[in-house]
C-alpha cells in the first residue's frame, strides 16, 4: 500500500513538473516573439536607406548564430563607384561600357547572414521577398547557393549581392527575408531616397 501511494505521489509530482515547465516554456516562447519587433522601425547605423524593423542584427542574435543584415546600393551610388574606378583605373571604354550596361536600375541589395556552422550560412535558405504599401508583391528572389566563411568564434559569414527591383514611382519597400532552416522571417524596410 505504501509502495503505490508513494508511486501515485510521484508520478503526479513528475506529471506537474513537465506541465509547470511546459507553461514557462509557451512564456518564454512568447515573450521572444514579443521582443523580436521594433514599435517604430530602426534605421540602420551602417546603411541610410534601410530601417530595421525586427531586432536580429544585436549582440544577441550574433551569439546566438541568427544575425541577417541588410544593405541597399542605389543606382546613383552604383554609377558614381563605377565612374570613380573608370578614372583611377583607366578603363578602356569597353570595360566600361560593360560595367556601366551591367548595372542594375533599381540598386543592389547586400544580404550578409551570420550563422553557426558553415552549412547554415547557405544563401540559399533564404528567400527575399519586397512588397510595397499596397501590399503587392513586386520582388520575389532566392540567392543563388554556398556556403559561409568562418568570420568570428563560432560564427560563419555569407553575404550576396541581388538586383533590386526599381519601381516606377520611388516608394518605401517593405522586404522581408525568411530563412527556412530557422524559420523566422527578418523584416526591413527600403526607402531608396533615403
Known sequence: MKKLLLL??????????AQKSQKSKDKEKEKEERKQRYMIPQK????????????????????AGTATRLAYR?????L?????????????????????????AGGNLVVTMYRRGAQNADPSLLTITAKNKAGEEVFSQTPAAGNGRFWNRDLYKSERTIPFVKTETPQPLTVIITDSKLQQNFEYVVDPQG
Open 44 to 63: 540602420d547605423k551602417d546603411c541610410a536607406y534601410i530601417s530595421n524593423v525586427t531586432k536580429n542584427t544585436g549582440e544577441d542574435s550574433e551569439a
Open 80 to 104: 558614381t563607384e563605377i565612374n570613380a574606378l573608370r578614372k583611377m583605373n583607366n578603363w578602356a571604354d569597353t570595360t566600361y561600357q560593360r560595367r556601366f550596361n551591367s548595372l542594375p
Open 8 to 17: 501515485c505521489c510521484l508520478v503526479s509530482s513528475f506529471a506537474a513538473t
Open 74 to 78: 542605389p543606382y546613383e551610388e552604383l
